[in-house]
């Protein structure tokens, strides 16, 4: 199934092992410059080769991957670790899960504006204020 024999396009590439969900998609992202092959910035019709690595930035990250093999056409998501390898940090990895660690403080619908006693206390939590404050 994998062909080394016969490049793909880069904006193909990424929409084939299901970086992008359309083709049109992974070419406004090299058009837009999120799209860099080789640490060089590229082109839509940019061919790559077997060994290359795509580094694709997809807001909040930037997504690594090395080029292993060419697809026929889109792959199932189960068969895109034969075409391409991630090498995307774990530190950019845990940008994705920043979102669970944040405070969320929720206020009963119809409680009004928080009085001063709670503004303190939300501040206590948020980390800016002091616990003498409490």
């Known amino acids: 199934m994998v062909s ?5 396009r880069v904006d193909k590439w990424l929409w084939c092992i299901r970086a992008c969900k359309t ?3 992974a070419a406004e992202a090299c058009r837009s ?5 080789n640490e060089v910035e590229a082109k839509a019709s940019r061919e790559l080769k077997v060994g290359d690595t795509v580094s ?8 690594t991957y090395k080029v292993i093999g060419f697809p026929k056409s889109r792959v199932a998501a189960k068969l895109v670790a034969e075409f391409a390898d991630d090498q995307t940090p774990q530190a950019e990895r845990d940008k994705l ?4 660690l944040t405070i969320f403080v929720q206020r ?3 409680t009004g504006r928080p009085t001063k ?3 303190r ?7 800016k204020g002091s616990a003498s404050q409490r």
């Open 4 to 8: 080394s024999g016969e490049p793909l």
């Open 23 to 25: 083709r049109s998609e």
């Open 33 to 37: 410059g999120r799209v860099r092959v």
């Open 56 to 63: 694709f930035r997809k807001s909040p990250i930037t997504c």
């Open 97 to 100: 899960h920043v979102d669970r």
């Open 108 to 110: 009963e619908k119809g």
């Open 117 to 119: 006693k709670d503004r």
């Open 121 to 127: 206390q939300l501040d206590f939590l948020m980390g």
